[in-house]
């Protein structure tokens, strides 16, 4: 056994200069491979022995645990690995060779850590069952030296090479039957008004999820006044998802909104929906703003109730569509897209927005609408912009007196 003594560490560290601390890191990590090893030796003795006898613990893992003051969990890697670099007796006293002796004959010399040890055993369970014992052998040789100055990619492509040396087939192909894909969903209404998605994907559909939000929650593009999108990734895939949701409901074929994008029930009082104050009940179970009734009610299939101010309903309307699929072509066709100045949302991605709103008297003609994502959507309906339509019928858009004081009309030029 090669002796390895411990590096003396300067009084004052600081003033030691680069190649010092290399050497000094180089030192104390053989130091401890050294001792890892020298350890590993003593646990593969108590084992053979038997740890029963010896101390009256059940195995060797237990005892190491108490001595170590390590959990099961964390002594059980440490033990297993010693008895594979070491060789050990049965219970009837004849020897069991080391699993890897190459590869202890290295870490005793310091020069290969727990890691690449663990690496390498990984890989010799790997080898198939009916490989001839010289070819194990010869294996693990390869492995041990190699594992002296490689790192794990060149062991993993060793682990290639070899494998394909001792099973050039390969495993037998099989043909299992599928499993049933396990996708689970649950929505649930808080208490406060917002709603809980949690899910469970299988490997496929949270691949095809992933791959779609991400395509929709990319950072806007930093607008013409300069302001980038600072919204957090959360944020951005929670507005992907809605935009994800749209595009679903507006699909012609599907069932129960036949291609519209929102349907909606309010329940609300007349003077509330046009002044935009107040709260309406949608569908019947949850609240939201009039403002919110007001832009819901852009581009959606509404049925509005009108009440008293005791609560009773005086006119339940008619179903009414806002937006035909006619208007709707026409509008992507003048448009092109999002028409607020510096988007580069597409038509698909937008809803029709009545300029004159329809609770005030606006009519539902193209004059009267404009295409505009949802987030642009938001800030038309909440914010200081305002939107008109020009005299050569195209909408401008009038920017808030803060980023523009004499708050000159804008077009989207990127559509």
């Known amino acids: 056994m090669s002796e390895t003594y411990l590096p003396e560490l300067p009084q004052e560290l600081w003033r030691a200069g680069k190649l010092e601390l290399a050497h000094g890191v180089q030192q104390f990590l053989q130091v401890m491979r050294v001792a890892s090893a020298g350890l590993g030796r003593y646990l593969a003795e108590i084992e053979s022995r038997g740890a029963k006898d010896l101390f009256g613990y059940g195995s060797t ?4 645990a108490d001595v170590a003051g390590l959990s099961r969990g964390e002594a059980r890697p440490v033990v297993n690995q010693a008895i594979a670099l070491n060789p050990t007796r049965a219970l009837d006293g004849s020897g069991v060779p080391a699993v890897a002796p190459t590869t202890a004959a290295a870490a005793a010399e310091g020069l290969v850590g727990a890691e690449r040890v663990q690496q ?8 198939p069952a009916d490989a001839s014992v010289g070819d194990r052998e010869s294996a693990e040789k390869i492995l ?12 993993a492509d060793a682990e290639a090479n ?4 001792l099973d050039p087939d390969g495993n037998e192909p099989k043909d299992p039957e599928p499993k049933e894909p396990r996708r689970e969903v649950t929505l649930e209404r808080r208490r406060d008004g917002f709603w809980k998605l949690t899910g469970l994907l299988d490997d496929e559909l949270g691949a095809r999820t992933a791959a779609a939000l991400e395509a929709y929650a990319k950072p806007r593009p930093v607008d013409e006044f300069g302001q980038a999108d600072l919204r957090m990734k959360c944020e951005r895939q929670g507005d992907a998802w809605a935009e994800l ?19 909606v029930h309010v329940t609300i009082g ?9 709260k309406a009940c949608l569908d019947f179970v949850g609240t939201m703003t009039a403002r919110e009734a007001r832009m819901a009610a852009c581009d959606c299939l509404m049925l ?3 009440m008293n101010a005791a609560g009773e309903p005086l006119d339940v309307g008619r179903l009414r569509r806002f937006v035909t699929p006619g208007q709707r072509r026409a509008l992507n066709i003048r448009d092109r897209g999002c028409a607020f100045p510096g988007c580069h949302r597409r038509p698909k991605n937008c809803h029709a927005h009545h300029i004159h709103h329809w609770a005030d008297g606006g009519p539902t003609d193209l004059r009267n609408l404009v295409l505009l994502c949802g987030f642009h959507h938001r800030l038309i309906h909440h914010g200081d912009w305002q939107v008109l339509m020009a005299a050569d019928g195209l909408p401008e858009f009038i920017p808030p007196q803060y980023l523009d004081p004499l708050r000159r009309s804008r077009r989207n030029t990127h559509a």
């Open 144 to 155: 041990g030296n190699l594992a002296r100055d490689a790192g794990p990619r060149q062991l």
């Open 61 to 64: 893992i237990t005892w190491f």
């Open 245 to 263: 949701l749209d595009l679903a409901i507006a699909c012609p074929d599907q069932p129960g909104t036949s291609g519209y994008r929102t349907l």
């Open 162 to 165: 070899i494998l394909a040396w």
């Open 304 to 306: 509005p109730v009108v």
């Open 270 to 278: 007349l003077e509330e929906l046009k002044t935009g104050i107040g």
């Open 120 to 127: 390498v055993l990984e890989i010799l369970a790997r080898i």
